[in-house]
Nanobody
Framework: QVHLVESGGGSVQAGKSLTLSCETSGDTSSSRCFGWFRKAPGKGREAVAAIYTGHDSPHYADSVRGRFTISRDGAKNLLYLQMNSLKPEDTGMYYC?????????????????????WGPGTQVTVFS
């Protein structure tokens, strides 16, 4: 089992940057993927960025590619999401997760929060 706790959320002006952190613990050595997801008011949960073990390049949603960067420090058991040039549409609850579905499956079938391990979330609000 894997435990995840997010931090770093807040309220920022559009155009600014914010970095989210996720502390992971438990059986992370066998985890095959880590990622960030978000849920905006009135919308479903969407995948933002993910790292899959054995894959060289992270995956990003089209809406954040070029602005967000996902990274992981395995030695410290930390997952990060660097968010630059934030937009009001980036507002939402941000969750880190592990051991979820493949990126292709997520794009086709959507996010299933009952699959994998999830943190409680951290709120990001971007105002114009």
């Amino acid at each position: 089992q894997v435990h995840l706790v997010e931090s770093g959320g807040g309220s920022v002006q559009a155009g600014k940057s914010l970095t989210l952190s996720c502390e992971t613990s438990g059986d992370t050595s066998s985890s095959r993927c880590f990622g960030w997801f978000r849920k905006a008011p009135g919308k479903g949960r969407e995948a933002v960025a993910a790292i899959y073990t054995g894959h060289d390049s992270p995956h990003y949603a089209d809406s954040v590619r070029g602005r967000f960067t996902i990274s992981r420090d395995g030695a410290k058991n930390l997952l990060y999401l660097q968010m630059n040039s934030l937009k009001p549409e980036d507002t939402g609850m941000y969750y880190c997760a592990s051991d979820f579905a493949t990126w292709t499956a997520i794009q086709v079938l959507g996010v299933d929060p009952s699959f994998g391990y999830w943190g409680p979330g951290t709120q990001v609000t971007v105002f114009s």
